[in-house]
């Protein structure tokens, strides 16, 4: 026997299809928008430890995608409620963490295209880790649920490139 097998639901197999569908387009749109913007402007030099620690601190940007999308996988009262259920030092932290990202995005402007690496790393990484779980809703809202409340200090992820924007301006 191979145990137990659950029914196809299709709502669940297409929000699937439609939502790689999003990330493989994202991706393209991401590394088309990279490649344009070192054709014209050009990287080098230190630029590339920047961009690099402006994806570290993006990566908690991918839980708000996460976030996003359990919109369409909960009922809008839920899902306000689900938002308000959380911590008020886990909404203290992400309030900390929105400001210092805008001020990280803000001293690197012209680097920001880049950022968005960061953001769909870490939604392709955590989608694919447990994507067999996801395909039922009730498990995706749960795990994006636990993921938003153990995510570890959001704040922390933009001081580096914080710290470094700060040197270089020196």
Do not use: C
């Not at 699937?16 to 991401?30: G, K, L, Q, T």
């Not at 694919?128 to 200090?153: C, N, Q, W």
């Amino acid at each position: 026997m191979r145990g137990s097998s659950r029914m196809h639901d299709p709502s669940e197999a297409e929000h699937d299809r439609v939502r790689r569908r999003a990330m493989n387009i994202a991706f393209a749109v991401i590394v088309a928008l990279n490649i344009a913007h070192a054709g014209w402007v050009g990287v080098g030099g230190w630029d590339w430890l920047t961009i690099l620690l402006l994806n570290l601190a993006a990566l908690p940007l991918g839980v708000g995608v996460k976030v996003f999308e359990l919109r369409f996988k909960m009922a809008t009262e839920e899902h306000q409620q689900a938002l308000r259920d959380l911590p008020r030092r886990k909404r203290l932290e992400y309030a900390g963490y929105t400001a210092l990202i805008v001020a990280a995005l803000a001293l690197n402007a012209g680097l920001v295209t880049w950022a968005l690496v960061g953001v769909w790393l870490y939604d392709f990484i955590t989608y694919y880790h447990s994507r067999p779980e996801r395909m039922r809703h009730i498990y995706a809202v749960t795990k994006t649920l636990d993921e938003l409340r153990g995510f570890p200090a959001p704040w922390a992820w933009p001081l580096p490139v914080l710290l470094w924007s700060f040197f270089r301006s020196l």
